[in-house]
Every structure is written in structure tokens, then in C-alpha cells.
């Protein structure tokens, strides 16, 4: 009653098909193919059904043709007959032989036409037989009548015409309405058989189509609905596993791909189930070392941005504290003097307890943290209520910790402090916690290096200045001392040589003018150490004033002129006309320029010494180039230091101190401008000098 009641119902039905379907251990397009092939075979049964229908509508259409057949020959017979007794009366009436030879070819088509009744009238063939015999009896009374008319034999001839002819016509003609109404009868018959059979055919179609149509939808609806149902069981699975729901399961019952499918995306979700496991436990632990490499960057950070010590320290011991799930944390600082540790940094603690633990000494014998700095390892206590505890110790256990980390700060000949964790529960630590941690304490040995090295440059930073301060103090002094003597001496050559004192002898006023020589170079040497002293003191200011860069270039080559042209070398100075004025230290630039025609005709000893100047962007820009030696790539950056020439050897040919290029980019450097130089051993050397034109605007602007 049950499996009964279930098919009543549709919805039962439809699943049972549906879930039959599906279990159907075949492939997805075989279960098509099959459908595709019940829905072709329902075609092929409903043209069949067609045509059979067809068929029988086309035997009734001709059982009904010869229905028609068979009164229109009955007609043709009434209508014979009534022809022959109109000739046969005619011919009486007229006694015309054509008219009588008429009717006698009436009579033979009359005849043929019976011929063609009885074939098309098999079925009445008892009342054809009756018409038969009328037909004989109607003929040899027709024949007769025309033999007594061709005989003149008138009277007679109607008399049989009255009495055999006319009443044969009659019974004809009663046979013959008696088969029209047969075959009329039997021609309603057969249009009521025809009509009968169209509604049934009709129906029998119909029906045959619609349920076609009915079976393909339920092949299409059964079939479609066991591959989109699991389908959307699969998607919905889909779903819950992208949004993280591994543990359920899809269940499909298809035998086929979609089986298949499911189990795959079963296997799958089970797969991805594990994998989100350890991606969650990998995601923890790279949040936890994305943490400590935070915490490690920002340890960096500290001690690379400052060098207070301290600041550094307790950054440290914060991170170390956080990272490591612990309470509080200290670090001390071991003292080789003393041979003690120090409390430096803290974290997690009140002020009382830090007073009191700083208050207790610590040395390398001492529980915990002597122990790893001795052993240079780190040591851990898991549970401090076991065992007799350091004063130091017994502070902690007394404040409520139950278990310490202590990681050794260390050098490789030398115990730089302690790294000191500590919490409330008891229980060992975890070997990352120590890694970490003695990563902290290479940070701290770091911090703790770098600040002794800051103090100790600090020191020998404030050592130097001194240093050069009163370097700077003794030059300035010095030159001051020198140039005074030196001036008096220079005066006096000067008198003797003009002969104030008398006339010297040739070989004395040589002398003299030698001695004279050698002190304007003294003095020229003494002056360019006092700028020097002057420059580094910060003492040299620039005399700013107008001034005009042709004038300068002049007076330098009217200064080297007479020295280039002793050594044969062209001095050749190019500068275009109506350049603008400039804002500057005059005396300086001049000074400058002399520095490099002077080098430039000094260590040239063929060729020429070129001057170019010209005003290009808001800047005069000064070229010096020689065809001399040239400067080697590595010397090019050397010889703009104090006391730095090419040849520094014993054997130079060249004087000078090396001064005069450090001064002069000093010089042009405090206009705001630029000196470089661009040379290639063989081939010359050409210095640039840029300065602004307006060098006041620059200097005020610094």
C-alpha cells in the first residue's frame, strides 16, 4: 500500500525516476543518447501511426470513389433506357429507318454501359442478374419492334413496343433505382465509415503526439534533473569549501562523470581540510615570526637611529618580553673592572622591585646569570620553588615569578652582560623562545658596541678639534711671526738692489736678487698656509664688490706672461665682449686664476696655455687648458687636498706646497661654484671653474 501510495503521488514518481536515472551506471552521454534515441523511436512510432491512419483514410476515399462509379454507372443504365424507349417511340411515331438505326446503336451502347455496371456492381450481383434478363428481354423486343417497322408492319410494332418494351423499361428502371439506392445507401454507409474512422485515426494521432511530447519532456525533465541536481550539490559543496567549510561531504548517487566529480571534490575537500590545517598552523607561525621580525626591525631600528643606550636597551628588553610570552625582563651590563653585572634596562617591573633587585650584587659565581656567562650558553631555571635560590633570585621568587630565561651578551673574548626573562607560571622554555631571545642578545651586544664606540669617538671627536684648533691657532700665529721678518727682509734686498746702500758688485746684486726671489716664493707660501689656517678656523669672509671677469683674466695672464714667454709657450686669453658684471670677492677669483695659469704654465713645457670665459646660465664659467704631462685618473681627485701634488717624490723638478688647488676650490666653493678638472696622461689638462655671477645671492642663501 505504501510503494502504491508513493506512485499516486507525482513528486514520488518523478524522484524515483530521477534517482533511477542517475544510479543508471552509465556515462552522461550515453544517458543522452539514449534519450535522444526513445525520443527518435517515438517519431518513428508516430509516423508510422500516420501512415497507417493515412492508409486507411485513402481505402476509404476509394471504396467511396467506386461507390460513385458504381451510381453513376446505375445512371448511365435509367438513363439508357430512357434514351431507347424515346428513339424506339420516335422511330414509331416518324418511321425513320436512321432514326431506328439510332436506337439499335443505342441499344449496343446500352449495352457496353450494363457491361460496365455489372463490373463495378459485383457486390449486387442478384439484382444485376434481374437487370440482366430485363436487359435481354428489352433488347429482343427493341430489335423486334425495328424488323416489324422496317416491314411496315406499324400496328404491330406498337402494339409490342406497348406491351413487351415498355414494361421491360419499367422493371429497368425500378432495378436500376433500386441499385442506385443500394450503392447510395451503401456510399452514406461508407462516408459515415470514413467520418468514423478520421476521428478515430485523428484521435489515435493526437494522442500518439501528445504523448510524444509528454515522454520526451519527461525524458528531458528526468534526464536534465539527474545532472543538475548533482550539479548544484557540487556547487553548493564548492561554495562551503571556498568559504572554509572542509568537513562536509556531497552526496551524489550518479554513477557517471558526476560520480566521478563528486568523489573528486570529496577527495578535494578532504585534502584541502588537511592543507587548511597546516596552513593555519604555518599562517600562526609566520604571524609569530612576522612578529618577531617586526620586533627585530624595530630593535634594529632603535639601534641604528640612536645611540642613547638606553633608550636601545629597554627597547630591547620589551620586545624580548612580548615575543617571548614571559612577564618581565631585565638586562644587565657585566663590568670587567669590577667583575660584577649591572642593572641597566628593565621591563614589566615596579619600581620597588627593580630598587630592590638592583640593590643585590651579581658576579660570575652567582646562580643563573653566572653560570651563563661562564658556560656562555643560556640558562634556564623551569621552577624556581626547587632548590636553594642566589639573594638575587630569592627576590624574584619572594615578587611571584616561578621560572627564569637568562641568555649571556657576549663577544668572542669577552662577557658583555645578561639578557634576563622572566614569568609567573613554572615550566621549561621553548627552544624558539630561546633562539629568539639570543637573537635579542646579539642586538644588545650591539647596542652596548656601538654606544662605547659613539662615546669613544665622541672623546676622540672632541680631541681632534682641539687639535685642530690650536693647529689652526699655531699657523695663524706662525705666519703672523713670519711674514714680519720676512717683510723687513724683502725691504732691505729690495733697498740693496736699487742701490740705496751704494753699488752692489754684479756678483753680490745676483745674490741678492736671489734671496729676493726666495722670499716673494716664502711669503707667497706663508700667505696661502695663513688662508689656509684662516679657512678651516672659519675666519676667511668674502669681500663681496663688483667685479669684471675680463679684468681678472687679464691680470692673471699679465702675472704668468712673462714666465710663458722664457719657456716659449703661446698664452693665448678669449673673452667675449660686453660680458655682465659680477658680484664677488675680486682679490679671491684673481687669486684663483693666477693658481692655474700659474700650474699651467709651470708644467707646460711645449705647446700652449689657453684662457677661455664666458657667462652661460646665470654662471661665468672659466677654463684653463694646457698641453702638458696631464694628471693620471687616480691623482685627478688628490690634487685638490691640502699638500697633494702628482710627484711627491724627493727628485720633483716642480716646487710648491700643494696648497694652491685646496685654497682655490675653497675659494670658488664659498662663491656658491665649482672646480673639476678633466685630463689624460699625454694629452693636457683642462680645469672649469663655474661660479654664479651673482655670488652674493648664494652666500647669503648658505
Do not use: C
Not at 36 to 54: D, K, M, R, T
Not at 104 to 133: I, K, N
Not at 200 to 217: E, H, Q
Not at 614 to 631: C, K, L, N, Q, S
Amino acid at each position: 500500500m505504501t510503494f502504491l501510495a508513493s506512485w499516486r503521488k507525482p513528486g514520488n514518481v518523478t524522484s524515483r525516476l530521477i534517482g533511477w536515472v542517475a544510479r543508471l551506471p552509465a556515462r552522461v552521454q550515453t544517458k543522452l543518447l539514449i534519450a535522444f534515441l526513445s525520443i527518435v523511436g517515438l517519431l518513428i512510432v508516430l509516423g508510422a501511426v500516420g501512415l497507417q491512419v493515412l492508409s486507411g483514410v485513402n481505402e476509404q476515399t476509394n471504396e467511396l470513389i467506386k461507390l460513385q462509379r458504381r451510381i453513376a454507372a446505375y445512371r448511365q443504365v435509367q438513363h439508357d433506357t430512357t434514351n431507347q424507349l424515346y428513339s424506339i417511340s420516335t422511330a414509331l411515331l416518324l418511321q425513320d429507318d436512321r432514326m431506328l438505326d439510332a436506337a439499335l446503336r443505342q441499344l449496343s451502347q446500352f449495352g457496353y454501359d450494363l457491361d460496365r455496371m455489372e463490373f463495378v456492381a459485383v457486390s449486387e450481383a442478384e439484382v444485376l442478374g434481374q437487370v440482366r434478363l430485363e436487359y435481354d428481354l428489352f433488347t429482343a423486343g427493341v430489335t423486334r419492334v425495328a424488323e416489324l417497322i422496317r416491314a411496315g408492319r406499324t400496328e404491330e410494332a406498337r402494339k409490342v413496343q406497348l406491351d413487351e418494351i415498355v414494361p421491360s423499361a419499367d422493371r429497368l428502371e425500378r432495378l436500376t433505382n433500386q441499385l442506385v439506392n443500394m450503392a447510395e445507401a451503401d456510399m452514406v454507409a461508407a462516408i459515415e465509415a470514413t467520418e468514423g474512422a478520421y476521428g478515430t485515426s485523428r484521435l489515435i494521432v493526437v494522442s500518439f503526439a501528445v504523448g510524444s511530447i509528454l515522454l520526451a519532456l519527461g525524458l528531458g525533465y528526468i534526464i536534465s534533473w539527474s545532472l543538475i541536481e548533482p550539479v548544484k550539490k557540487i556547487e553548493t559543496r564548492l561554495r562551503q569549501i571556498a568559504a572554509g567549510d572542509f568537513a562536509q561531504q556531497v552526496a551524489v548517487a550518479n554513477r557517471d562523470e558526476l560520480g566521478v566529480l563528486a568523489g573528486n571534490v570529496n577527495q578535494t575537500s578532504e585534502q584541502l581540510g588537511r592543507l587548511y590545517q597546516e596552513v593555519q598552523a604555518r599562517t600562526a607561525e609566520l604571524a609569530r615570526s612576522v612578529g618577531e621580525l617586526e620586533a627585530l626591525g624595530e630593535v634594529s631600528k632603535a639601534v641604528n637611529s640612536t645611540l642613547d643606550l638606553d633608550t636601545v636597551l629597554k627597547t630591547i628588553v620589551a620586545k624580548a618580553v612580548q615575543l617571548s610570552g614571559t612577564d618581565a625582563g631585565t638586562i644587565y651590563v657585566f663590568s670587567s673592572a669590577s667583575q660584577k653585572f649591572r642593572l641597566r634596562a628593565t621591563y614589566g617591573m615596579s619600581e620597588e622591585l627593580i630598587d630592590e633587585i638592583a640593590s643585590q650584587p651579581v658576579g660570575l659565581n652567582d646562580q643563573g646569570i653566572g653560570d651563563a656567562a661562564r658556560q656562555r650558553t643560556a640558562v634556564q631555571l623551569p621552577d624556581l620553588s626547587e632548590g636553594k635560590l642566589s639573594p638575587v633570585l630569592k627576590v624574584v621568587f619572594e615578587a611571584g615569578y616561578r621560572s627564569v630565561l637568562i641568555v649571556p651578551l657576549l663577544r668572542p673574548n669577552k662577557i658583555v652582560g645578561a639578557l634576563v626573562v622572566r614569568r609567573h607560571q613554572p615550566g621549561e622554555f621553548d627552544h624558539k623562545v630561546i633562539q629568539l631571545l639570543e637573537t635579542f642578545a646579539a642586538q644588545s651586544v650591539l647596542a652596548i658596541q656601538n654606544a662605547k664606540l659613539f662615546r669613544e669617538i665622541e672623546e676622540k671627536g672632541r680631541e681632534l678639534e682641539a687639535a685642530s684648533r690650536h693647529k689652526s691657532q699655531f699657523l695663524a700665529n706662525m705666519s703672523h711671526e713670519l711674514r714680519t721678518p720676512l717683510n723687513s727682509v724683502l725691504g732691505f734686498t729690495e733697498l740693496l738692489v736699487d742701490g740705496i746702500y751704494g753699488e752692489l758688485p754684479e756678483r753680490a746684486k745676483a745674490t741678492v736678487s736671489r734671496v729676493q726671489a726666495n722670499g716673494r716664493h716664502l711669503l707667497g707660501l706663508i700667505n696661502d698656509v695663513l688662508d689656509l689656517s684662516k679657512i678651516e678656523a672659519g675666519q676667511l669672509t668674502l669681500t663681496l664688490e663688483d667685479y669684471s671677469v675680463g679684468q681678472i683674466v687679464r691680470s692673471a695672464v699679465t702675472a704668468v706672461e712673462p714666465l710663458a714667454r722664457s719657456k716659449g709657450l703661446a698664452l693665448a686669453a678669449t673673452v667675449p665682449e660686453h660680458l655682465p658684471l659680477g658680484r664677488g670677492d675680486e682679490r679671491r677669483l684673481t687669486q684663483v686664476l693666477l693658481n692655474l695659469a700659474g700650474n699651467a704654465v709651470k708644467f707646460t713645457e711645449r705647446g700652449a696655455v689657453d684662457i677661455f670665459a664666458d657667462a652661460v646660465d646665470g654662471h661665468f664659467e672659466i677654463i684653463v687648458r694646457d698641453t702638458g704631462p696631464g694628471i693620471a685618473p687616480e691623482d685627478q681627485s688628490l690634487i685638490f687636498e691640502e699638500f697633494q701634488q702628482v710627484d711627491n717624490s724627493s727628485t720633483r723638478q716642480k716646487g710648491g706646497t700643494g696648497l694652491g688647488l685646496a685654497i682655490s676650490k675653497r675659494f670658488v666653493e664659498m662663491h656658491g661654484g665649482t672646480i673639476d678638472v678633466e685630463s689624460v696622461p699625454g694629452s693636457g689638462s683642462t680645469f672649469r671653474i663655474t661660479i654664479p655671477i651673482n655670488a652674493e645671492e648664494r652666500v647669503k642663501a648658505a
